[in-house]
């Protein structure tokens, strides 16, 4: 049986037109496309269903014409908000609250789409313009992503989290600089509680909002839609339900011995190093492309700031191995970009994770290395060629067809995963790394000789162990 919102939806060409009547039939035949026989059809319909009426000169819309037509108009900009939607939550429960406010006029992008990127780049983008960011954690696989969160952060911003029991667990645990540093921010604060199977973010500015919810898979990011006016709204009263449930837990995260930032727990840290000048703003002018130089260390990792790149890419750092051909030692990855030793060689290349395979690979045996000086890496791709660059050399390149997109994401150094899926890492790089930078282009051969010969590593830096 059709209902009277089906009846509106059929007819709402005409159903508009009687909105600005009266309308004769004559009229209607010089505005709408159709014969005779179908308006005589569609206005008998539209009569018997009371949603329009007769009058003297022709037909009109009746107030439950009006609302009919509104109402269906709405259905259709819901479903269609839904359906564009419907891709990014397929990992939610299907009693997840997530309303249909939050999905209108959403911007959507799966994990692995190219877009994912620009969104990722804007919640970044909202967090450092905020003067206040809320937000709401589940656990997931790379918990070291929520850096974006303290470090891009406005300094007097206010920062309210609330996490899964579990993910507060490992933040605790693995990452309990980063947590002193947010509660120690401003008016920061970290709460525990039941939280949706989705991370939301709101950030305000001013009396402007933005929102962002996140979906995972496993853990791992499946999904990113972003939303304001209206959607900000509902986010931001999701998260103050969420926040009222929460117990704060300001006070223990203030009794954690760690220092602030990503940082290990006590002397478990490796001494991999020291900060660039580049970290440090120790340089005028930055080469074209440059995201990021120096690092932190987190926990065993060495990490730099998160960006992402699309198309090209060039990662370089500084090298002091004690044992090149140690087994398994990843040196630099950045999201699918790795720069390892194994095997008896020093390599770099893009990993395909649709066709589980290494794309864009070079190599040059161990041997190349000497363990009694610092040398310098350099890898760069942009989409048909590789090239692996040791002390400003080209010592490998290949040519290769395969669409280089890096997840907004800090690069991480000097460790091998002792567990894949679930990131755990081990810190087993063995030797020394320094200056680690990233760039969202392709430097030139002349380019990396200056790395090279401007960015070693000084005797002041390294104080004998």
């Known amino acids: 049986m059709t209902t009277i919102l089906d ?39 539209l009569l018997d269903r009371g949603l329009v009426r007769a009058v003297d000169g022709g037909y009109e ?4 014409g009006v609302l ?18 419907a891709p990014a939550l397929t990992p939610l429960w299907k009693e997840s609250e997530v309303d249909v406010t939050f999905l209108r006029n959403a911007d959507v992008s799966l994990a692995a789409d190219d877009d994912v990127v620009r969104l990722l780049a804007e919640l970044g983008s909202a967090i450092r313009n905020a003067d206040e960011v809320r937000g709401v954690f589940p656990q997931i696989a790379r918990p070291e992503q929520l850096e974006t969160l303290y470090t891009r952060a406005n300094v007097d911003a206010n920062l309210d989290l609330v996490f899964s029991e579990s993910l507060f667990d490992t933040l605790a645990s693995t990452f309990p600089g980063w947590l002193r540093g947010v509660v ?37 990011l499946h999904g990113v839609l972003r939303n304001h006016g209206d959607g900000a709204a509902w986010a931001d009263e999701r998260v103050d339900t969420l926040r009222d449930g929460a117990t704060d837990r300001s006070a223990r995260i203030r009794a954690l011995d760690a220092d602030l930032g990503f940082t290990g727990v006590g002397d478990v840290t490796p001494p991999f190093g020291g900060v ?22 987190d926990g065993g990792k060495l990490r730099t700031p998160a960006f992402g790149a699309e198309g090209a890419c060039t990662v370089s750092f500084w090298i002091q191995p004690n044992d090149p051909d140690g087994g398994w030692q990843i040196l630099l990855k950045w999201d699918y970009v790795a720069i390892a030793l194994r095997r008896g060689e020093l390599h770099g290349m893009v990993y395909d994770p649709d066709r589980e395979e290494s794309r864009a690979y070079t190599a040059v045996p161990v041997d190349r290395l000497d363990t009694g000086r610092w040398q310098h890496v350099a890898y760069t791709y942009d989409e048909s060629r590789a090239r692996l660059y040791l002390d400003g050399e080209l ?19 000097g460790y091998h995963y002792r ?15 320094y200056d680690a930078r990233l760039y969202d282009v392709t430097l ?9 010969t401007t960015t070693g590593p000084t005797a002041a830096a390294w104080d004998a162990e």
């Open 444 to 452: 030139s051969p002349e380019e990396i000789e200056g790395l090279v």
């Open 7 to 45: 009846t509106a939806r059929r007819r709402a060409t005409l159903l508009d037109y009687l909105r600005d009547g009266p309308l004769d039939k004559r009229d209607l035949l010089d505005r709408v496309a159709a014969s005779r026989s179908t308006i005589d059809r569609a206005t008998e319909e």
């Open 419 to 433: 567990d894949r899926d679930t990131g755990v890492h081990e810190p087993t790089y063995d030797g020394r790394l």
């Open 395 to 413: 010592v490998d390149e290949t040519e290769d067809d395969y669409p280089l997109h890096i997840a907004e994401i800090g690069a991480a150094l």
């Open 276 to 297: 660039s000048a580049i970290a440090e703003g120790g340089v005028e002018e930055r080469t074209e492309g440059l995201l990021a130089g120096g690092y932190a260390v």
């Open 68 to 85: 009919a037509l509104e109402q269906s108009r709405a259905y259709e900009r819901d479903a269609n908000a839904i359906a564009a939607a």
């Open 184 to 220: 120690l921010a401003g008016a920061g604060r970290v709460a525990v509680g039941p939280v949706p199977e989705y991370g939301l973010v709101v950030c305000r500015a001013g009396d402007d909002r933005e929102a962002f919810l996140l979906t995972y898979d496993d853990g791992r």
């Open 61 to 64: 819309a009746t107030l439950a």
